[in-house]
């Protein structure tokens, strides 16, 4: 299965590729590292923004995305422009394609129990995917 992993951080889904098949894991060459919805916001950039994503969906055969939650109130709550992009994520009419979200406790959960068979370091991702990276391997746990 093909999982694409997105953290959503101010106007931009930093995504990442992992594919599993018969327990091995590889990461998809990927042209795109990070989609980003432009300033104005308006509804045809949202509208821009979705027709972008679930193009490089359909590019990669994704077959499920994983989008890391974020909080929604305290220090570290997400913006209003991330929630925008959430929910154009979720309100793709790609029937093909299965949306979640994982919390940061269902993460710790499964990564317990299913350690990352490679320190992050070693995959040659950039530092800024990590997080999305992390979502897509525990969303083949889901």
């Known amino acids: 299965m093909r999982i694409c992993g997105i953290e959503l951080t101010g106007s931009d889904a930093v995504v990442c590729l992992l594919h599993k098949d018969q327990e091995l894991f590889s990461l998809p060459d990927s042209r795109i590292r990070k989609?980003?919805?432009?300033?104005?916001?308006?509804?045809?950039?949202?509208?821009?923004f979705?027709?972008?994503?679930?193009?490089?969906?359909?590019?990669?055969?994704?077959?499920?995305?994983?989008i890391k939650e974020r909080l929604q109130k305290g220090k570290f709550a997400g913006g209003a422009i991330s929630f925008k992009l959430e929910a154009a994520i979720q309100l793709m009419a790609e029937p093909a394609i299965e949306v979640c979200l994982i919390s940061a406790t269902q993460s710790k959960a499964i990564l317990a129990d299913n350690p990352l068979p490679i320190p992050?370091?070693?995959?040659?991702?950039?530092?800024?995917?990590?997080?999305?990276f992390t979502a897509a391997y525990v969303g083949h746990y889901l």
């Open 35 to 48: 989609l980003s919805l432009k300033k104005d916001h308006t509804r045809a950039d949202l509208q821009r």
């Open 50 to 66: 979705q027709k972008d994503l679930v193009q490089f969906l359909r590019d990669y055969k994704v077959q499920r995305v994983v």
């Open 120 to 132: 992050f370091a070693d995959t040659d991702l950039k530092q800024f995917q990590e997080a999305a």
